[in-house]
């Protein structure tokens, strides 16, 4: 199945949960950072929302992450919207999706290049993909790796980064642990809750739990808790002294 079938099934369920999917549109002109900031009508003053891109790879579950992000901010009362990107979806072949969050109607359509939130699911993509392309000194950086950031060499593809806005985080050796297979997504999505706060790790749950019934979406709950607090003790622990 291509990636656009694959996306129409996906935001399928989305909808039965009262969000309004729309299927992206490509064209040559891109999202920047002022497209993401929208006129709150009622207060006559601009908003910005929260646009987050995924990168791994086929089988990895890039693209229910996105989805199950879009569901959590759903939970929460807020807009989202989740697609992947078009193109082959073998095992293994790079993916990307996307999700906005935000407290307002989201009309926006394209591709994010300028990322609030990257999230890397694979970290054999970091030498051969253009990853960091749209990354601002206000953005995430969440990297699935046993590696510490700075073992890792992308510091001068992640210059605008303060080092507490970067993590990496052992999302496959998580997802092993908890639910008996190398798959990251879930983890990471706990990772991104604790790094990002845009999200509580209770929304995250709740959302797995949606995409996951039973046995299978408690054992994805419990990878995300644990990898929100292995981030969170590592935020404490690498917090500014006051």
């Known amino acids: 199945m291509g990636h656009s079938a694959h996306m129409f099934s996906h935001l399928g369920e989305i909808a039965q949960l009262g969000i309004s999917p729309v299927a992206p549109r490509w064209s040559d002109t891109h999202s920047s950072d002022l497209d993401a900031q929208m006129l709150n009508p009622s ?3 601009a ?3 929260f646009q987050v891109r995924i990168h791994g790879r086929g089988g990895q579950g890039v693209v229910t992450a996105a989805e199950i992000l879009s ?3 759903f939970l929460e009362g807020k807009h989202a919207q989740a697609f992947p990107t078009f193109g082959s979806e073998r095992m293994g072949a790079p993916v990307t999706a996307f999700c906005r969050i935000d407290d307002h109607p989201i009309r926006l359509r394209e591709p994010i290049v300028a990322p609030d939130a990257l999230i890397i699911q694979d970290a054999t993509l970091l030498h051969r993909v253009p990853l960091f392309d749209g990354l601002a000194d206000s953005s995430y950086l969440l990297i699935n790796s046993t590696q510490a950031f700075e073992e890792l060499a992308i510091r001068e ?3 605008p980064l303060p080092r507490e806005r970067c993590c990496t985080l052992p999302a496959t050796r998580l997802g092993l642990e908890h639910v008996g297979r190398p798959i990251p997504n879930a983890a990471l999505l706990g990772g991104f809750a604790a790094i990002s706060e845009i999200l509580t790790i209770d929304s995250i749950a709740d959302a797995i739990r949606r ?3 039973g046995r299978v979406g408690e054992k994805n709950v419990e990878a995300a808790r644990a990898a ?3 981030v969170m003790e590592r935020k404490i622990t690498h ?3 006051g």
């Open 211 to 213: 995409k996951f019934s």
């Open 239 to 241: 917090a500014p002294a």
């Open 228 to 230: 929100y607090g292995f």
């Open 157 to 159: 593809f992640a210059k």
């Open 47 to 49: 908003h910005r929302m």
């Open 71 to 73: 569901i959590a901010a």
């Open 43 to 45: 207060e006559g003053k």
